[in-house]
């Protein structure tokens, strides 16, 4: 029953943002596009935050890969999107694969901070790597394709791409490797007495996480015309990471809301005031303190005592 509700929902919020353009506000159709791109990003890393129970503070790094690697092959090597797109998710899940290998033979803090110094390692390369990442200049005037060049256009293919992302998030999540992935995370110990390869499913959800996250990248990379290695930094990984906290690690759409919620703010919140730093260090603090759960959580503690009451 649970499902079949989600499924309407889904499928809800589809048809109503595909009428989003109806609207005729260029403002909201870029809104929403770049509120997709976030919400898959985010999505991804909960792969490894909620299922597989491992914090990574270095998720920005695919995110860049997946980005920078389409941006050079449509751009300096001239390749279609049809094989741009596919081969920049392969590259961000390789690289996610090699990286991952040596993560996951550590746990929690040492984990996160072994995933960190990938991630500024990778930052560290496209800073440097200016022939081909452009260093701080970034790599802009990113080609893309004439049938993507306008705004209405490029939402609806983000907002395909997207839909496609999540529901193959979904259905690996729920699949027995998500579940399997539950179990590690709940009792790691327990899960491999019992005959799991701890390791090789916490490795698997790595690279799933990272080439998702190719995908998020690439289509910001598109979107903007341009990379920076602002993407690969680790503020990028902690903005990700406060989504998910914010929209409920232990739920699937939780990661979904947070992102929506947490970029219209910052969007909103840079229109009136520049202490955008600050809003962002009191929400972190809310959900440490009141909200352990995100807003997912929130909503089922209210629904609970109303349906009591």
Same mark, same amino acid.
């Given at each position: 029953?649970?499902?079949?509700?989600?499924?309407?929902? $889904? =499928?809800?919020?589809?048809? #109503?943002?595909?009428?989003?353009?109806?609207?005729?506000?260029?403002? @909201?159709?870029?809104?929403?596009?770049?509120?997709?791109?976030?919400?898959?990003?985010?999505?991804?890393?909960?792969?490894?935050?909620?299922? +597989?129970?491992?914090?990574?503070?270095?998720?920005?790094?695919?995110?860049?890969?997946?980005?920078?690697?389409?941006? =050079?092959?449509?751009?300096?090597? !001239?390749?279609?999107? @049809?094989?741009? &797109?596919?081969?920049?998710?392969?590259? +961000?899940?390789?690289?996610? @694969?090699?990286?991952?290998?040596?993560?996951?033979?550590?746990?929690?803090?040492?984990?996160?901070?072994? @995933? &960190?110094?990938? %991630?500024?390692?990778? *930052?560290?390369? %496209?800073?440097?790597?200016?022939?081909?990442?452009?260093?701080?200049?970034?790599?802009?005037?990113?080609?893309?394709?004439?049938?993507?060049?306008?705004?209405?256009?490029?939402?609806?293919?983000?907002?395909?791409?997207? $839909? #496609?992302?999540?529901?193959?998030? *979904?259905?690996?999540?729920?699949?027995?490797?998500?579940?399997?992935?539950?179990?590690? !995370?709940?009792?790691?110990?327990?899960?491999?007495?019992?005959? #799991?390869?701890?390791?090789?499913?916490?490795?698997?959800?790595? +690279? #799933?996480?990272?080439?998702?996250?190719?995908?998020?990248?690439?289509?910001?990379? /598109?979107?903007?015309?341009?990379?920076?290695?602002?993407?690969?930094? *680790?503020?990028?990984?902690?903005?990700?990471?406060? /989504?998910?906290?914010?929209?409920?690690?232990?739920?699937?759409?939780?990661?979904?809301?947070?992102?929506?919620?947490?970029? &219209?703010?910052?969007?909103?919140?840079?229109?009136?005031?520049?202490?955008?730093?600050?809003?962002?260090?009191? =929400? &972190?603090?809310?959900?440490?303190?009141?909200?352990?759960?995100?807003?997912?959580?929130?909503?089922?503690?209210?629904?609970?005592?109303?349906?009591? $009451?």
């Amino acid at each position: 029953m649970l499902t079949r509700k989600l499924s309407t929902a $889904a =499928i809800v919020v589809v048809l #109503v943002l595909a009428l989003l353009p109806l609207a005729g506000s260029r403002y @909201a159709i870029d809104l929403a596009t770049q509120v997709l791109i976030y919400c898959l990003f985010a999505l991804s890393l909960n792969v490894l935050i909620g299922y +597989a129970g491992d914090v990574s503070f270095g998720h920005a790094a695919y995110f860049a890969i997946g980005g920078y690697a389409c941006a =050079i092959l449509l751009t300096t090597y !001239r390749w279609p999107l @049809a094989l741009a &797109l596919p081969a920049s998710l392969v590259v +961000a899940g390789i690289a996610a @694969a090699l990286i991952g290998y040596f993560c996951v033979r550590l746990t929690q803090t040492y984990f996160s901070m072994l @995933a &960190l110094a990938f %991630a500024m390692l990778v *930052w560290g390369v %496209a800073f440097k790597w200016k022939a081909v990442t452009g260093g701080d200049d970034g790599f802009t005037g990113i080609l893309v394709p004439r049938l993507l060049d306008n705004p209405t256009r490029y939402f609806y293919f983000t907002l395909g791409s997207v $839909a #496609v992302g999540v529901a193959l998030l *979904w259905m690996i999540c729920h699949s027995a490797f998500g579940l399997t992935l539950l179990a590690i !995370r709940e009792n790691t110990g327990r899960a491999g007495f019992i005959g #799991v390869d701890t390791r090789k499913m916490r490795w698997a959800a790595f +690279a #799933v996480a990272g080439t998702f996250a190719g995908l998020a990248g690439a289509l910001f990379g /598109m979107y903007n015309r341009g990379m920076y290695i602002e993407n690969a930094f *680790w503020t990028e990984s902690a903005q990700v990471l406060i /989504m998910v906290l914010l929209g409920g690690i232990y739920s699937f759409v939780g990661p979904l809301i947070g992102a929506a919620v947490l970029y &219209l703010l910052q969007v909103f919140t840079n229109q009136f005031t520049p202490y955008w730093p600050m809003v962002l260090g009191l =929400i &972190l603090l809310a959900v440490v303190l009141v909200l352990p759960d995100g807003l997912v959580g929130l909503a089922k503690r209210v629904s609970g005592r109303a349906s009591r $009451a």
